[in-house]
């Protein structure tokens, strides 16, 4: 098996809606440290995006993947690397020992620089910020009949652009929520709905609506009428409209 090289570096990640800072780099001392799933959505947009109030400038453009790292005894990390929008396009499986990785990886709370061989070759880094899954639904009033709504519950997102759509025919929505730096300065968490199946919508797809919160937030909703839909933060004892019918049943 051919050895693996990376190198991981760490910043600040943007944790309120105020000016992005960045403070110095923390050494990787615990493997709970960088366990759980990342995304680098935030990076891809910002050299994607159609709009220059928001655009960066690279010489290389990144391509979107997503982790998620684990834990394989005390003394080594799994990272599951997968592409694309949801993570859905699994690409590699790859291992490291504690030995082996404590010089090259850095590591705070939320954010992840990846820069080495194989999938990371840019000369900038990669930028991965850490995702929080959300459970939500989406509802959609049956016009065609009177207090009638089409209900589809249970989904689980993230906020580093993951998407749920409603899976009923005839009807085209999709649910976005995503963490992004608005105007390059200005971090926020987004709950946008665009009129087309999830496939379709790409990374410079205009919403028919959206909402804002601040970052940290742990519920966001929005309700046009036309399509509604609600998302909360799955932690211990996290309560939405999902966790209410369950009980119910």
């Given at each position: 098996?051919r ?8 910043i ?26 990342w995304?680098n ?21 990144h391509?979107h ?35 082996d ?7 705070d ?34 016009q065609?009949?009177q ?6 519950g ?12 409603i ?5 085209q ?36 609506s ?6 940290e ?32 049943e």
């Amino acid at each position: 098996m051919r050895k693996q090289v990376l190198v991981l570096c760490v910043i600040l990640a943007c944790t309120s809606c105020k000016e992005v800072a960045q403070e110095e780099t923390a050494t990787l001392t615990d493997q709970a440290e960088v366990t759980g799933q990342w995304d680098n959505f935030l990076q891809y947009w910002q050299e994607n995006t159609g709009d220059d109030i928001h655009r960066v400038e690279v010489n290389e453009k990144h391509s979107h993947y997503h982790l998620n790292i684990s834990e394989q005894g005390k003394d080594s990390i799994e990272v599951t690397i997968s592409k694309g929008r949801n993570g859905k396009d699994f690409v590699e499986k790859m291992k490291f020992s504690k030995e082996d990785s404590k010089e090259a990886i850095r590591v705070d709370a939320d954010t992840l620089f990846v820069l080495g061989l194989e999938h990371f070759e840019n000369m900038t880094p990669y930028r991965f910020m850490r995702a929080r899954t959300f459970s939500g639904w989406l509802e959609y009033p049956m016009q065609q009949y009177q207090d009638s709504v089409y209900r589809l519950g249970n989904l689980e997102i993230h906020d580093q652009g993951g998407m749920a759509e409603i899976d009923i025919e005839g009807v085209q929505y999709t649910a976005e929520l995503t963490q992004l730096v608005y105007g390059k300065r200005l971090a926020i968490m987004k709950l946008a709905i665009y009129d087309m199946p999830l496939d379709s919508v790409k990374i410079n797809s205009k919403s028919i609506s959206y909402t804002w919160v601040n970052p940290e937030a742990k519920r966001i909703g929005i309700n046009l009428r036309k399509i509604i839909t609600g998302w909360t933060l799955i932690e211990p004892g996290f309560q939405n409209q999902n966790t209410w019918r369950k009980k119910k049943e």
